[in-house]
């Protein structure tokens, strides 16, 4: 019996997860608050590590059911969920594949529905990896 490799991301992350979830570009843009050339746009990208997360964020959010769709987190919950991790934004920033003036603006304000979805994602993964 051989053993299994582990399922590498692929440029078609993005798009493997909106199938299996049976959502059009349209339903994922809108659920993301992007658009839809976005959408398209990710689907490209290859290898990036805030995409990886994205996608876990989707799909954690979709799997379980009781932590329902992520809606939105605002400029006040991302810096509570930042200090909470020990992160400065520049850490977080990193974390997202975003410049820290973009993490800036976004706590002055209200930050992407996606980001929400990424942020769950890397805060899930780096409390597990602490427990496991």
Same mark, same amino acid.
């Given at each position: ?15 493997? @997860? ?5 959502? #059009?570009?349209?339903?994922?843009? =809108?659920?993301?608050? @992007? ?7 990710? =689907?490209?990208?290859? $290898?990036? =590590? ?20 992520? /809606? ?8 509570? @969920? ?7 934004? /520049? ?10 003036? #973009?993490?800036?603006?976004?706590? $002055?304000?209200?930050?992407? $529905?996606?980001?929400?979805?990424? @942020? ?5 993964? =780096? ?6």
């Amino acid at each position: 019996m051989g053993i299994k490799k582990k399922r590498r991301f692929s440029p078609s992350g993005l798009s493997h @997860v909106r199938s299996k979830l049976m959502l #059009t570009q349209k339903e994922l843009a =809108e659920l993301l608050s @992007v658009s839809r050339t976005t959408i398209g746009a990710w =689907e490209k990208i290859q $290898n990036e =590590e805030w995409l990886k997360n994205l996608c876990v964020g989707i799909c954690t959010s979709f799997a379980i059911p009781s932590l329902g769709l992520v /809606q939105s987190l605002s400029g006040s919950q991302l810096i509570e @969920v930042r200090s909470k991790h020990g992160w400065d934004q /520049q850490a977080l920033a990193s974390r997202l594949s975003v410049s820290r003036s #973009t993490i800036s603006r976004w706590e $002055n304000g209200v930050p992407p $529905n996606w980001a929400a979805y990424a @942020v769950m994602s890397i805060t899930f993964r =780096e409390n597990s990896d602490a427990y496991f």
